[in-house]
């Protein structure tokens, strides 16, 4: 049953702290993404990763982290530095293999900093 | 810069009634469209793409039509029913250097409620 599993569904932390949510897929795709999806918006890139041990920057990456040292897994830490980490934050993989490589979607993590 | 846009933040249909939802782009490289289906608290879920080499893709209940000289792409969802009712959100792709980078610019998303 495959798919793309984000942890936790729900995240609280404190103004300051860094935090990691967790991105895993086990579709065998090459490329992962990055979105964050705030109130009246379209999704947002923050950073995507066309194969392992690559990633660049999306369109608002100012604040955030990723590595990608398994094709399976794409984990982004939301730095103190970001200054509007609320929102909800999704994962998507594609693969390259199929046309057109679409992208498909995690659950989704709320991240909410008090 | 907004280059995919859609108009109608919310759209009321009646069950068993057509729904179209429309979006607009302004950059002509994009090769793809794609329509994503969204729920809150979850992720979008894919519903339907078409290339521009197309003017029309059809699946089941959902077809999207593309005009690509006016820019403009719609959904049409026919015939509507309650658990259509979500977020619709267009999003275009830009195809570097044969797929070498697949990065969707997303509209804003456009929520359909289907009355029964």
């Known amino acids: 049953d495959g798919g793309i599993t984000q942890s936790p569904k729900y995240l609280f932390r404190k103004e300051g702290q860094n935090v990691t949510l967790s991105c895993e897929q086990n579709?065998?795709?090459?490329?992962m993404y990055w979105y964050r999806q705030d109130p009246g918006q379209g999704l947002r890139l923050i950073y995507y990763?066309?194969?392992?041990?690559?990633?660049q920057k999306g369109d608002i990456a100012e604040g955030y982290s990723v590595s990608r040292e398994k094709k399976e897994s794409f984990p982004l830490t939301v730095t103190s530095a970001q200054k509007n980490p609320t929102a909800f934050y999704l994962c998507?993989?594609?693969?390259?293999?199929?046309?057109?490589?679409?992208?498909?979607f995690g659950p989704g993590t709320r991240l909410t900093v008090l | 810069d907004q280059q995919v846009k859609q108009n109608s933040p919310s759209l009321s249909v009646q069950e068993g009634r057509i729904s179209i939802l429309n979006c607009d782009y302004t950059?002509?490289?994009?090769?793809?469209f794609l329509w994503y289906k969204k729920y809150p608290a979850e992720g979008p879920t894919f519903l339907i793409s078409?290339?521009?080499?197309?003017d029309k893709n059809e699946d089941g209940r959902f077809t999207v039509f593309l005009n690509k000289s006016a820019k403009h792409l719609s959904l049409h969802i026919v015939p509507s029913q309650p658990g259509d009712s979500a977020v619709y959100f267009c999003?275009?792709?830009?195809?570097?250097?044969?797929?070498?980078?697949?990065?969707?610019?997303f509209g804003t998303g456009t929520l359909l409620a289907v009355q029964p």
């Open positions: 998507a993989s594609s693969s390259r293999q199929t046309t057109p490589d679409t992208q498909y």
């Open positions: 579709l065998n795709h090459d490329a």
């Open positions: 990763s066309q194969i392992v041990n690559d990633f």
């Open positions: 950059n002509s490289m994009f090769d793809y």
């Open positions: 078409i290339s521009s080499i197309k």
């Open positions: 999003a275009a792709r830009r195809d570097f250097y044969g797929g070498a980078t697949n990065k969707l610019i």
